[in-house]
C-alpha cells in the first residue's frame, strides 16, 4: 500500500473546509429565514466554488492551466460524481443489502465520490501538461 502523499493531504483539507462553508453557509441562510432550496443552493455553490479554487491553486497547483476548460471540467465531473456515481453506489448498496441504514450506503457513496473526484480532478482537470523533451546535445557539439 502506498504512503498517503501532499497532494492527497491537501485534497483532504480542502475537502473539509468546503463541507463547512456549504454547512455553516446553509445553516446560517436557513436561520435567517431563506428558503431552505434557496440556501442549499447558494451554500452547496459556495462550497463548489471554493472547492474549485483552492484544489486548482492549492491542492493540485494548476494555476498555469487554462482556468475556463479547468472549471468546465470541473464543474461536469463535481456533478457526475453526486448525480450519478453516488447515486449508483445508494443503489448498488440498497439492493445488495436489503433493509440497511440509509446511511451506510450514502457514506459508501461519499467515500467512492471522493475517490472519484480525486482521480479525476488529478488525471483530467488538473493534469500538469507533459514536459518538455530535453534538448539533446550530440557529441563534440558545444551546449549553449
Known sequence: MKPINGTQVRFAVV?????????VGYALLATL???MFVANFIS????MLLSFTLNRNFTFRAKDGDIRRQAVLFFAITAFGLWVVQAAVIFAISKLFPGIN??????????VGM????V???KVVFRHGQPEPAAVVQPGSQAG
Open 102 to 111: 440509509l446511511l451506510i450506503p450514502k457514506f459508501g457513496a461519499i467515500a
Open 115 to 118: 475517490v472519484w473526484n480525486y
Open 15 to 23: 475537502g473539509v473546509l468546503n463541507t463547512a462553508v456549504d454547512a
Open 44 to 47: 452547496t455553490t459556495a462550497g
Open 33 to 35: 429565514g431563506v428558503p
Open 120 to 122: 479525476m480532478y488529478k
